[in-house]
């Protein structure tokens, strides 16, 4: 019988003489040993699988289990000496398993290969990163909701182009980025079902001529089944771009967050202010207190997006089974999950250390003739106009308030008439802004009553 000869590759019988530039840059260790767990996870339930299916004997399963067991405590411990010449996570188990229980450890990879293993090991990881995305998605929305509690009344500006639109609630404002984030949590647990394929067990590419049982590793990994198509299978990333379209486009709306706070927190906008825990100074202007927090947020975007086009332009033209090029996908998800885990953290730490600039909020509310689609309304509702006659007449007086450098509620009930002889002191109650904010009871809309429903909602599917 060859022998395993412990300081060479496995392949040292065929591959003589690597290039040590190759060796160097081929390997993956450093960044995939992250797979340890789920490696070693796997490899114990396919000899248990292996023996069930008397593939391999009693003695030699439990060998390798002890072995692997082994391994893990000493990598936990970090007594394990990662080797690049073994390229990766699975050929550096594989390798020690042969110093700790010698030649019987040659059983192991019998009906696989790294090409069905580092799929499996992959999507159990990201499985569980889905678990630990979502945790902080609900911490955010929890930091989200105690904002929204504390402003139902506060009343903003609602900017369409940036410019006055509506009179909105701050609480209504924050409640659409919860949306946005319990749309992610979705996007998150939809990709499970997917992730729930079990890859184990298609080896190399065409399945195997052992007679292997996949459902019982598929169940006993925590998959619902196995892959159906083994080609398919050692070939597919699918997984790992809905992974990272997911990040991105939960990233993105981290960054849409981050950059309105960034308006807010401008002087010209003066909306809110930051705590002195979320900022930074600069070394030369001493009265400055930066966002430079937020900033970050909205610039690691940038390496979620381009993660995600890596991994598209990686797989594009690429003929099916396993190439090399597949290796890269795990540095990209690697990165992609630390940067928005630290992202999220970061997020809810802003969200608890700012405090609305109400009476600014209010100000800027009162001005821009922002209650002029209320006043369309109110002629539509009680002058029997239709809506579009209605806008017109709206615009006249906005014209005349403009022109008389006056707010819509400063005119005078005879200024008014001017342009719609039939009204009356009524119409005045339509420019105050809380009036304007509580009529809008449509469902979804920004009414206090709404508000205080969708909290309560919100708060229950937690
Ligand atoms: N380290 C490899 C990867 O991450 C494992 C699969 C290797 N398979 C192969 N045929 N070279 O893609």
């Known amino acids: 019988m ?20 190759f060796q160097k840059v081929g390997s993956s260790i450093d960044i995939d040993k992250r797979l340890y767990k789920e490696d070693i996870l796997g490899s114990i339930a396919h000899v248990d699988m292996l023996f069930k299916q008397k593939i391999i004997s009693f003695k030699i399963k439990n060998k390798i289990i002890y072995g692997l067991q082994k391994i893990e405590k000493e990598i936990v411990k970090k007594k394990f000496i990662f080797n690049k010449k073994h390229e990766d996570i699975h050929m550096n188990i594989e390798k020690r398993l042969f110093e700790i229980i010698g030649e019987d450890a040659g059983y192991i990879h019998t009906a696989r290969s790294r090409n069905d293993q580092v799929i499996t090991d992959l999507k159990i990881w990201i499985k569980n990163s889905n678990k630990e995305i979502v ?3 609900n911490k955010i929305i929890k930091s989200t909701l105690k ?3 504390k402003n139902v009344e506060t009343i903003m500006p609602g900017f369409t182009h940036l410019k006055n639109a509506q009179p909105i609630s701050l609480a209504h404002y924050f409640m659409a980025y919860i949306e946005m984030f319990r749309r992610d949590k979705k996007r998150f647990n939809n990709n499970l079902e997917n992730l729930n394929e079990s890859p184990l067990g298609v080896a190399a590419l065409s399945g195997t001529s052992f007679n292997i049982d996949r459902n019982y590793t598929a169940k006993r990994l925590g998959f619902n089944n196995p892959t159906n198509n083994s080609i398919d299978t050692v070939s597919d990333r699918d997984f790992v771009l809905d992974f990272l379209f997911s990040i991105s486009v939960c990233s993105m ?11 807010w927190n401008s002087e010209g906008y003066n909306l809110i202010n930051l705590s002195d825990k979320v900022v930074t100074g600069s070394s030369i202007m001493p009265q400055k207190k930066n966002p430079d927090l937020l900033e970050f947020l909205r ?15 990686i797989l594009k033209g690429l003929p ?6 597949l290796q890269e996908d795990k540095e990209l998800i690697f990165k992609s999950n630390d940067t928005l885990i630290n992202c999220l953290k970061i997020l809810d730490e802003i969200l608890k250390n700012f405090s609305p600039n109400k009476k600014k ?13 209320d006043l369309a309304d109110y002629l539509v509702r009680n002058h029997s106009m239709s809506f579009r006659e209605a806008y017109q007449k709206t615009a006249e ?9 006056k707010k819509l509620r400063e005119l005078k009930l005879e200024d008014l008439k001017k342009i719609e002889p039939n009204l009356t002191t009524e119409v005045l109650k339509i420019f105050i802004l809380k009036n304007s904010v509580n009529s809008k009871k449509s469902y979804g809309g920004t009414s206090f009553e709404n508000i205080k429903r969708m909290i309560f909602k919100y708060k229950k599917n937690l």
Do not use: C, P
Not at 299 to 313: D, E, H, P, Q
């Open 2 to 21: 060859a022998k395993n000869k412990n300081n060479q590759a496995i392949w040292s019988t065929r591959i003589k003489d690597v290039s040590s530039i």
């Open 397 to 405: 007086i906005v014209n005349l308030a403009e022109k008389k450098k």
């Open 253 to 263: 709306h981290i960054s849409r967050i981050a950059e309105e706070l960034i308006i």
């Open 320 to 325: 099916l089974s396993y190439f090399k090029d």
């Open 147 to 149: 904002i929204a509690e």
């Open 361 to 373: 909020m209010y100000e800027l509310a009162d001005s821009g003739f922002i209650t002029a689609t």
């Open 135 to 137: 945790i902080n998605l």
């Open 299 to 313: 610039g690691k975007t940038g390496t979620a997006f381009g993660n995600l086009f890596s991994m598209l332009t």
